[in-house]
């Protein structure tokens, strides 16, 4: 691995990482809009609670998230599926909510593949890792 030795801590993280990397459904329900929001700013306690009852509030359910501290920089993805009809609403009170100003807020809309049905995807990484652990 590049950049340094791989300690025990280090190998429960990744195989807790590739778990559930690939395990998860692509398919969206057809009868919502989905969105990635990402947020990145100071780390600070209450962000994800903050845009959670945004979200919720505005009718939208966050279906997937991932979430890290570097340092003292906090970054999230969330996946969320609203009404389509509650989609611009939603986007337009993300923007406006005092207690997420310093957070750099970002909305991109996800599209269904056009090219045909698939079946679900199976992939799997089991990663081992032999040696001396410092």
Same mark, same amino acid.
């Given at each position: 691995m590049a950049g340094g030795?791989?300690? $025990? *801590?280090?190998?429960? /993280? @990744? &195989?807790?990482?590739? &778990?559930s990397l690939f395990t998860s459904n692509v398919e969206l329900d057809r009868d919502s809009n989905h969105l990635v929001i990402?947020?990145?700013?100071? !780390? =600070?306690?209450?962000w994800i609670a903050t845009l959670s009852r *945004? +979200?919720? !509030?505005q009718g939208g359910n +966050?279906?997937?998230?991932? #979430? @890290? =501290?570097l340092g003292s920089s906090f970054i999230c993805v969330l996946h969320t599926a609203v009404d389509p009809e509650l989609q611009h609403a939603l986007m337009k009170r993300l923007e406006k909510i005092p207690e997420l100003e310093?957070?750099?807020l #970002?909305?991109? /809309?996800?599209?269904? =593949?056009?090219? $045909?049905?698939? !079946?679900?995807?199976?992939? $799997?990484? =089991?990663?081992h890792c032999a040696g001396e652990d410092k």
């Open positions: 030795a791989v300690t $025990g *801590a280090t190998l429960t /993280m @990744v &195989e807790a990482g590739f &778990e990402t947020a990145s700013g100071p !780390d =600070r306690v209450g *945004a +979200i919720a !509030d +966050i279906t997937h998230s991932k #979430q @890290v =501290r310093g957070l750099s #970002q909305c991109n /809309m996800l599209t269904r =593949r056009a090219t $045909g049905s698939f !079946d679900p995807p199976v992939m $799997g990484v =089991r990663l």
